[in-house]
């Protein structure tokens, strides 16, 4: 036995050095705490810190004996036969043989564990899989959007202020009028690519569109729910008034600081899914009344365009562009704080640059070519998969090329990479750290059933 735990020691050294917050931390949080968790812990054992999980339980003693792995019970009981009895986790999915292994290592490596770091259970992931819940949940925000609902014609329509319930954070949005534009890019424009092609006249119908990208001020309010209702709760807002909006999915806790130091108040939210940021729009929909999805590939487009047929929507030249984006000449490396540069010709904010924006379409690079009517209405290419999604706009460290009107980028796994759960979230694209997204509203309400397909497209797990 001690020839095989000097073994173990000499590989775990030998090994990459196990990062707790990101590679350890994720695994007890998952499997550890619902059982040796701050409340009712199993066998009195409770795996929150280190010194607890060193001091171990009722009965059996230390749970973690540093750089000693097949001493640690932590680590023995993963490894165990799926029919044993002191199998961790005793229910449910269990350890890969990744995650063991970094266990392992973690253990043989000393496991440090960050002075006064506090371990939380994770909240389960869930994407909403049932059908009747997902069209009754969206049933009752319809029912909230229509009662309120007073805007019914494009001359009603109006910029607007938007306040998210309960909370004293707003965000502005602007009418885009309804209109025909030709999408996509000409052979001629420089720097184009195949995928912007064949040009085909496109229709679209009303809609307001966010005036800037979505900044961590609104997005946060989604994102972390308990701090979300601490701060209704201290401004007196009734919690009646918030009960579908409380129904609908929030994100698990991220597991690195998301805005990776490049800041948060006025900046930009990022890295987060498709599947989150449509979440997102069916949350904040819940919220406000009023119906926030995001927009089509083609209506981004539209909206970018403004009107304009050039490359970009100030003309062609690019050396305009620091006037109108943040891009890899001015940004500095990072993202910036949203509308501070000029806005396009119908009062939009860094649709060219700052973040790329999510839309709602499936990538194809040949999807453009299935465009063959002399008009086509409202296209959508629905998902019918994972991956690739369009993204538009560019971002904050890109050349100028990707930032023009007809630019498309498609998603990849690659976006989430550095991710340390398995399975991968449905809700962090850590390695997109230059991807956010913006809102809109069309004037049209449409039916629950077709609110639910905007918001839920059944791709959303890898």
Not at 281 to 310: M, V
Not at 416 to 445: C, E, H, N
């Amino acid at each position: 036995m001690a020839a095989t735990a000097a073994a173990l020691t000499t590989t775990a050294l030998a090994a990459d050095k196990v990062d707790f917050t990101k590679e350890v931390k994720p695994i007890i949080e998952k499997y550890c705490l619902s059982c040796h968790g701050e409340e009712k812990p199993k066998g009195g054992l409770r795996l929150t810190t280190r010194e607890n999980a060193i001091k171990g339980g009722e009965n059996k003693g230390a749970a973690i004996v540093p750089k000693e792995p097949l001493k640690s019970p932590v680590y023995i009981t993963t490894t165990l036969p799926p029919d044993s009895e002191d199998v961790m986790p005793p229910k449910g999915e269990k350890l890969t043989k990744d995650q063991t292994e970094t266990l392992k290592n973690w253990i043989a490596q000393g496991a440090d564990w960050p002075a006064g770091e506090v371990l939380k259970q994770a909240k389960k992931e869930i994407a909403a899989t049932d059908p009747v819940k997902q069209i009754e949940g969206a049933t009752e925000i319809w029912k909230k959007i229509v009662g309120i609902n007073g805007v019914t014609e494009v001359k009603q329509m109006k910029p607007y202020t938007e306040f998210i319930v309960g909370n004293p954070v707003s965000f502005d949005m602007v009418p885009i009028p309804p209109g025909e534009f030709m999408m996509g890019s000409p052979e001629s424009e420089p720097k184009s690519k195949a995928d912007e092609r064949p040009q085909h006249k496109v229709a679209i119908e009303p809609f307001w569109m966010g005036k800037c990208e979505v900044t961590w001020n609104e997005y946060e309010l989604f994102q972390f729910a308990d701090e979300e209702r601490k701060r209704r709760i201290m401004r007196g807002s009734p919690t009646e008034a918030h009960a579908q909006a409380d129904a609908v999915a929030r994100p698990t806790t991220p597991y690195v600081e998301m805005s990776f130091g490049m800041g948060k108040d006025g900046y930009p939210a990022i890295s987060m899914t498709q599947h989150a940021a449509n979440t997102y729009c069916q949350w904040l929909s819940a919220n406000t009344g009023h119906f926030y999805r995001l927009p089509t590939e083609a209506e981004w487009e539209y909206a970018c365009r403004a009107g304009t047929t050039t490359a970009y929507s100030f003309g062609d030249d690019p050396a305009q562009l620091k006037d109108y984006a943040w891009f890899t000449d001015n940004s500095e490396g990072k993202y910036q704080k949203v509308g501070k540069k000029k806005p396009n010709p119908w009062g939009l904010y860094d649709m060219h640059g700052n973040v790329m924006e999510w839309t709602l379409d499936q990538y194809d690079p040949e999807s453009y070519k299935q465009f063959t009517a002399a008009v086509t209405k409202e296209p959508w290419v629905k998902p019918t998969k994972p991956y690739p999604h369009v993204a538009r706009g560019g971002g904050w460290d890109d050349d100028p090329d990707k930032l023009r009107s007809a630019a498309r980028r498609a998603s990849d796994r690659s976006w989430k990479m550095q991710d340390p759960q398995l399975p991968k979230s449905i809700w962090y694209l850590t390695d997109a750290q230059w991807l956010g997204f913006r809102v809109v509203r069309p004037l049209k309400v449409p039916s629950p059933e077709e609110m639910e397909k905007f918001w839920h497209s059944g791709t959303e797990r890898d």
